[in-house]
């Protein structure tokens, strides 16, 4: 999964994306959007949940990139609120 923000209009004006990671461990990283230098990344092992919140769809983006190493799968569960009009 390439750089990206979750920041689609239906997700409303700060989303929370809570993630849930299983299996493989994969590195997942995070660059600011307009301060080239600013970015950081971690580990998500399997049992890891991850919570995106507030405005940080609005600064950042983030990716799971791509590694030849990893042979064993990995599954990840996503979830998001889309708030009803």
């Known amino acids: ?3 990206h923000s979750d920041d ?5 004006p700060n989303p ?3 993630s849930v990671s299983f ?3 994969r590195r997942f990283d995070f ?3 307009t301060e080239a230098n600013n970015k950081f990344s971690i580990h998500l092992e399997s049992g890891s ?3 995106m919140q507030g405005d940080m769809q609005h600064h950042w983006l983030h990716q799971i990139p791509a590694q030849k190493r990893i042979s064993t799968p990995r599954i990840n569960l996503t ?3 889309i ?3």
């Open 1 to 3: 999964m390439g750089w």
């Open 8 to 12: 689609e209009k239906e997700l409303g």
């Open 16 to 18: 929370c994306i809570a």
């Open 23 to 25: 299996g493989s461990t």
């Open 31 to 33: 660059k600011h959007k």
């Open 49 to 51: 949940l991850l919570l």
């Open 79 to 81: 979830f998001r609120n």
């Open 83 to 85: 708030p009803l009009k």
